[in-house]
């Protein structure tokens, strides 16, 4: 009997040791450790990417920084070239060329935004999501739902994009040289 009742516990604390595994698991997977939207790409992982909106509802011609984080897992340096809200801006700028993204290194993760979505179209409420695709030189595209959080507490530390708004150049997510890099690494 007491070989009986030694197997069974031992055949116990096995599967509770390996339903913990997978519950560990399961939920680093499925729940991301932040509450900005997320996307893994080829070699590429965003993270964190979120908007600061407004406590009223914005109003068309308004700009929103976004911030975000990019980690390169490739030895090659990557580039995001674009950002596309569906209309729901004019453009979102970036860095003159793309935000570089250096292989084996991050980009962004700091309260400095990396890119500067210009020209509301209509209302924005804080609290809901832009559909945005971010379009790569090397990994490709992802669409993900950003969310648009109200200022804040923890935001209040967060910068706006720096320097004046300039001008444009050609492009469907046009770049812009804001100065210093907005992006830390």
Do not use: H
Not at 83 to 91: A, Q, W
Request: overall charge positive; hydrophobic content about 35%; aromatic content about 6%.
């Amino acid at each position: 009997m007491r070989g009986i009742l030694a197997a069974v516990c031992i055949a116990a604390t096995a599967a509770t040791a390996a339903c913990g595994d997978l519950k560990q698991d399961y939920s680093a997977l499925t729940r991301p450790p932040n509450d900005g939207a997320n996307a893994n790409l080829p070699g590429l992982l965003l993270r964190n990417a979120f908007v600061i909106g407004s406590m009223q509802p914005a109003t068309p011609g308004t700009d929103m920084p976004m911030y975000l984080m990019l980690l390169n897992q490739s030895d090659r340096t990557d580039r995001l070239m674009s950002v596309d809200t569906g209309g729901l801006f004019r453009e979102a700028r970036l860095p003159a060329g793309g935000l570089e993204i250096p292989g084996g290194k991050y980009v962004g993760g700091t309260p400095f935004p990396q890119v500067l979505l210009a020209g509301l179209t209509r209302p924005l409420r804080s609290g809901g999501t832009i559909a945005v695709t971010f379009r790569f030189q090397n990994a490709g595209t992802a669409r993900v739902d950003v969310p648009v959080f109200p200022p804040g507490t923890w935001r209040s530390t967060y910068s706006p994009w720096p320097g004046t708004s300039p001008a444009p150049s050609p492009g469907s997510s046009p770049a812009v040289s804001p100065g210093p890099s907005p992006a830390g690494s």
